[in-house]
């Protein structure tokens, strides 16, 4: 029997914008290339998903209306994924999720979304639209993905960002940071998808994984040529 990683994919059908499937796609590859099996289990609203298995959680971007279909049921799941994020599960969440996996999200139509706290930041909508192409230094090096928002969110004192913008706006479009990371959990407001072209960042999240579960220290390298043109290709992009 080989050894199984299991990604938690919430809301796979309200919240996947983007290209946002593509990340859950670069983890499943980047996993079975390496010898391991993946079970990819889908979370949808009101459905019974058993979280405590999870290896990996992943959330994607989504419209102002999704994010209303599923706030209630992320909120009911809460106590689960703070639990999953305090024993340092990896997690990436982008955009509407990003939002809503911090304290909550004021929408420009005036409806208040509670988050749930697992990360230190408030979202607020607007009528500036902030979108494009990013570019972020990040402890995980250069970062390229494209972002579209109009939610403005500003981080608690003392909550890191994922890293500073040199492209693009990122959490705000006043300042310079981008996302935000606490423990193995990141927020990022890159679509793109953000994994395929930035993979230092997918093996970040799969080697936290594969530590956690089967005491992995070191990940087989993986031919990134491809990957890596994209990636300066989408860095040479216009804003
Ligand atoms: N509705 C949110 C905003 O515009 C999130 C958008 C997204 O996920 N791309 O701020």
Redesign the pocket.
């Known amino acids: 029997m080989s050894a199984e990683i299991v990604i938690a994919h919430l809301y796979p059908r309200e919240?996947s914008?983007?290209g946002d499937l593509g990340n859950v796609i670069a983890l499943r590859k980047r996993l079975e290339w390496r010898g391991y099996d993946v079970v990819v289990r889908p979370v949808e609203v009101g459905e019974p998903v058993d979280l405590t298995g999870a290896d990996i959680v992943f959330g994607?971007?989504?419209?102002?209306s999704?994010?209303l279909v599923i706030g209630a049921d992320l909120l009911a799941r809460g106590e689960s994924l703070r639990a999953l994020a305090a024993s340092g599960t990896p997690m990436l969440v982008?955009?509407?999720?990003?939002?809503l996996f911090g304290h909550g999200?004021t929408?420009i139509g005036g409806s208040e979304l509670p988050g749930i706290s697992v990360l230190g930041a408030r979202?607020v909508?607007s009528t500036v639209?902030m979108i494009g192409n990013v570019v972020v230094e990040s402890p995980f090096g250069r970062l390229v993905g494209f972002?579209?928002?109009?939610?403005q969110t500003t981080l608690d004192p003392g909550q890191e960002p994922l890293g500073t913008v040199t492209k693009g706006h990122g959490n705000t479009s006043t300042g310079h940071a981008e996302g935000a990371r606490t423990m193995n959990v990141i927020g990022t407001?890159l679509?793109g998808p953000i994994l395929p072209k930035n993979p230092r960042l997918a093996d970040h999240l799969i080697l936290t994984a594969l530590n956690r579960r089967f005491g992995v220290t070191e990940l087989a390298p993986l031919e990134d040529a491809v990957e890596h043109r994209a990636a300066d290709v989408a860095a040479q992009r216009p804003q």
């Open positions: 919240m914008i983007y994607g971007g989504g419209q102002d999704g994010q982008i955009c509407g999720t990003y939002q999200f929408t979202t909508g639209r972002e579209n928002h109009s939610g407001y679509h």
